[in-house]
Nanobody, 124 residues
Framework: QVQLVESGGGLVQAGGSLRLSCAAS????????MGWFRQGAGKEREFVAA????????RYADSVKGRFTISRDNAKSTAYLQMNNLKPEDTAVYYC?????????????????WGQGTQVTVSS
């Protein structure tokens, strides 16, 4: 079993930046792929980004490509999502997720472990 705890959300103006963190415990961190998803009000949860076990491969949703960067530090059992040039449409609850793979999986049912979510609000 893996426990995931997100942090770093908040309120930011359009064009600003935030970095989300996801701390993992309970299992060897390098044995799971990591992903970030988000869910806006009244919307379905959608894929944002994913990273392979050792960080050598990543995948992004088209809507965030070039603005967001996913990374991981296996020594700290932590994954990150650096979000730059934020837009009001990025407003959502952001969830980190872990799974066995493949790293390019974008479906929520490909991930076994979920954090509680952190709110990101971007004002115009």
């Amino acid at each position: 079993q893996v426990q995931l705890v997100e942090s770093g959300g908040g309120l930011v103006q359009a064009g600003g930046s935030l970095r989300l963190s996801c701390a993992a415990s309970g299992r060897t961190f390098s044995s799971i792929i990591m992903g970030w998803f988000r869910q806006g009000a009244g919307k379905e949860r959608e894929f944002v980004a994913a990273i392979s076990w050792y960080g050598d491969s990543t995948r992004y949703a088209d809507s965030v490509k070039g603005r967001f960067t996913i990374s991981r530090d296996n020594a700290k059992s932590t994954a990150y999502l650096q979000m730059n040039n934020l837009k009001p449409e990025d407003t959502a609850v952001y969830y980190c997720a872990g799974g066995r793979g493949p790293y390019y999986a974008v479906e929520t049912n490909s991930y076994d472990y979920w954090g509680q979510g952190t709110q990101v609000t971007v004002s115009s």
